[in-house]
């Protein structure tokens, strides 16, 4: 898969004159989707555009982007070539006020990397929220995988960061047994046969678990916002009025934040 950004509507529009062919729109956030000799397009609101297909046909039409100069060519991440099967597992929400924490491991071989190469994987850290729901649906349809969300109460009761997500990260490698697991190593990692930093730039597995721990995060804070009555905020520079509410409104903090930040301590 080959990954533009930037590209406007009546750019790519300009495909037809190629004689693709319109379809119709798979999720809310396409704005369009062609088809040509088994080379797919889409272009999603955030102006990216994905193509898709057999290399060489997929490479003339990159190229003709960029003589035309439509959107910017994405330069996907250059994963390391692993043999046999590979578990990787990364983490969600560590560093946020709002919410619990997720963990996910995902599991390939030489066949189900090349597919999530294809799929974009590669280009994750580079796709909004909406579009990172799309390819989690995705990777979980066609890839081993196991996800463990652990909502801000259980979080609370638990107290000890460190040890929660070793326990986690052990969890899924376990259940995704046999393979050699890779963790996105963080303070105090005890688990993995291999502890890397920013190993979903270098494991294609990493940065897979990584897309489903950001999708399942998504879909956390989503429902403590229904719980809580307004939009829960993501990250933890800009979460002070979120907090001010929840005070303000009497509510259970234990049930929506981690009670061990200091930036909440002072609301508590």
Excluded at 215 to 236: D, E, H, M, V
């Amino acid at each position: 898969m080959v990954v533009f950004e930037d590209v406007k509507k009546e750019d790519a529009e300009k495909l037809k004159s190629l004689k693709f062919t319109p379809l119709a729109p798979k999720t809310a956030y396409e704005v369009i989707r062609y088809q040509k000799n088994g080379i797919m397009v889409v272009l999603y609101e955030s102006g990216k555009l994905l193509l898709q297909g057999k290399a060489e046909a997929v490479d003339g039409i990159a190229e003709l982007l960029e003589r035309k100069k439509i959107g910017k060519l994405i330069k996907p991440e250059k994963f390391r070539k692993e043999t046999g099967w590979v578990i990787g597992t990364d983490e969600s929400l560590k560093g946020d006020t709002f919410g619990g924490l997720v963990v996910a491991g995902v599991k390939a071989d030489d066949k189900l990397r090349s597919y999530l190469q294809e799929l974009g994987v590669a280009d994750s850290k580079r796709l909004n929220d909406k579009e990172i729901l799309v390819m989690a649906e995705k990777i979980k349809s066609n890839v081993p995988c196991e996800i463990k969300s652990i909502l801000p109460e259980e979080y609370n009761h638990h107290g000890k960061i460190t040890a929660m997500l070793n326990r986690l990260h052990k969890e899924c490698a376990e259940y995704l047994f046999p393979g050699k697991h890779v963790v996105d190593k963080y303070p105090g990692c005890t688990v993995g046969d291999i502890q890397t930093i920013k190993a979903e730039s270098k494991y294609i597995e990493v940065a897979a678990a990584s897309v489903l721990a950001r999708s399942t995060a998504l879909q956390q804070l989503n429902y403590l916002s229904a719980q809580a009555g307004f939009r829960i905020p993501k990250g933890s520079t800009h979460v002070k009025f979120a907090l001010e509410v929840l005070k303000e409104r009497k509510m259970n903090f234990r049930k929506f934040v981690k009670l061990d930040f200091n930036n909440v301590k002072e609301f508590l």
